[in-house]
């Protein structure tokens, strides 16, 4: 048997934007993982197991459209393999979320197809494979999500360059609220691609301050300047909030994170439910993380940059 595991993601700064070409800041989620595990079969044919959705299928049943039978069949080409396999993905990741759940089944999927047939995958390979199957899914992806998720650190995105590696200079905590409510990336996506078109430059001076706002963030990290961070993601929040992408529910909890002592708080990913984020250090983190719950938070996850 071969296992292999995927963290999930989280945004920091720069969501929507990074779609138009704008830096976007991003980091790795490791205390929740996607996990494939792949064992051999007497049988040709490869069986597919995803108990967390119901899946249990043989592959050629799937469509090509199916982002794990894509994912599947990719690493398979790539590790020119065949013949009979199981293939089982579970998650420890909110799906529809905003924490890159689906990149993350799609790295466990590749990182444990290649492992099994002893193909080498780079993690930059690992990464154009996934978005193949991001784009299945998410319609016009930044491709942010496979590639912070395939590379595990922390980056500086832009869309079609070579992620930069965010330098850290002390320690970074940051809580997690998730509202319950599904992000639909897609459509909001979409919505903003209407917005875009129907008035380019009033979106794209909201996206040129997105950008800005993450580049001074990333220096902020990189020169462990703390205390200019949660200010950079409030004004990121106001500005997610004009393009439309934010949600009541994200809102409740963006507030009871700053009145509870939070440094900053803004929604992360799609928007339009899913999660947020609140930089946090040791004095605000039980304060802020109560807040949350009551607020009305499913779950709380701690995550942190440096040390
Ligand atoms: C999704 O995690 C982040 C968005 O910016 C979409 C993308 O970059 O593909 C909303």
Redesign the pocket.
Known sequence: MTQASAPG?V?LL??????YGRP?L?APVQAVRAHAEVVRLDENHVRVEAPDIGLDSLLKDLSESHPLAKAIRLAMQEAHASGGLRVRVTSDIPPAS?L?SS?AVSVAILRAISAHFEHELVADRVAQMAFEV?KLQ?G??????NTVVAFEIPVL?V?GEEPRPVGVTGRFQFLIGDTGEP?P?KA??TMLRGRWTGDTEFVDALFDSIGELTDQAAASIGQGRMGDLGPLMNHNQTLLETLG?SSPSLERLVLAAREAGAAGAKL????GGGVMIALVDDSTLEAVDTALHEAGAVRTIHTELGQ
């Open positions: 993601k945004i720069g969501e929507h934007a990074a779609v976007a991003a905003g890159g990149a991001e998410h016009d992806p930044s491709g942010i999500d995105f869309k992000s990336t909001l996506v992408v992360s990913g799609g928007g």
